[in-house]
T-cell receptor
Framework: AQKITQTQPGMFVQEKEAVTLDCTYD???????LFWYKQPSSGEMIFLIY??????QNATEGRYSLNFQKARKSANLVISASQLGDSAMYFCAMRESIRDDKIIFGKGTRLHILP | GAGVSQSPSNKVTEKGKDVELRCDPISGHTALYWYRQSLGQGLEFLIYFQGNSAPDKSGLPSDRFSAERTGGSVSTLTIQRTQQEDSAVYLCASSLRLAGYQETQYFGPGTRLLVL
């Protein structure tokens, strides 16, 4: 079964608009961590933001914020005021328990920002 | 400082040949990961090393795949008797494994493997 689900294979968004990329996860462990990465066409993986399961507040990093809804097992990435340079693949990832160091990735969402 | 480096950046090989892919993690990083990314797909976990612990090999797709990490630093991923379906980008990442979860993985540029 999928541990990380990203239901949007592709999205088109107008420049300057906000965009929400969906991510749901599955773990039975109360202690876990969630990550978002960006992969531009160059292929490099760029870390964007992290959310710990016990963090009281939603994580924010500049224009990136994470809408963490623990009860729904949802960790959506919100990009405010989108820019052309935001066009890329975006991956949600999870370290699912304290006993497992493995980090697993979703299949990604390809975001296209339109001028 | 230097990031994660991988070599070669591109590798073209014939079906049935063995290949070795190398990863140099960031100095001092105790955790090292290998992932495979097929064209247009997500990252598939292959193997994970943490310090001197036994590696987590649960993601290796077959016994043709193996990896080692010498001296807690450089890692080599070996694919024996390559098949066309092994064609992908192989990504290596390292992190400084701390008590919590917040350490970030730093990725290398990847090795693009093409099996003809």
């Amino acid at each position: 079964a999928q541990k990380i689900t990203q239901t949007q294979p592709g999205m088109f968004v107008q420049e300057k608009e906000a965009v929400t990329l969906d991510c749901t996860y599955d773990t039975s462990d109360p202690s876990y961590g969630l990550f978002w990465y960006k992969q531009p066409s160059s292929g490099e993986m760029i870390f964007l933001i992290y959310q710990g399961s016990y963090d009281q507040q939603n994580a924010t990093e500049g224009r990136y914020s994470l809408n963490f809804q623990k009860a729904r097992k949802s960790a959506n990435l919100v990009i405010s005021a989108s820019q052309l340079g935001d066009s890329a693949m975006y991956f949600c990832a999870m370290r699912e328990s304290i006993r497992d160091d493995k980090i697993i990735f979703g299949k990604g969402t390809r975001l296209h920002i339109l001028p | 400082g230097a990031g994660v480096s991988q070599s070669p950046s591109n590798k073209v090989t014939e079906k049935g040949k063995d290949v070795e892919l190398r990863c140099d993690p960031i100095s001092g990083h105790t955790a090292l990961y290998w992932y495979r990314q097929s064209l247009g797909q997500g990252l598939e976990f292959l193997i994970y090393f943490q310090g001197n612990s036994a590696p987590d090999k649960s993601g290796l797709p077959s016994d043709r795949f193996s990896a080692e990490r010498t001296g807690g630093s450089v890692s080599t991923l070996t694919i024996q008797r390559t098949q066309q379906e092994d064609s992908a980008v192989y990504l290596c990442a390292s992190s400084l494994r701390l008590a919590g979860y917040q350490e970030t993985q730093y990725f290398g540029p990847g090795t693009r493997l093409l099996v003809l």
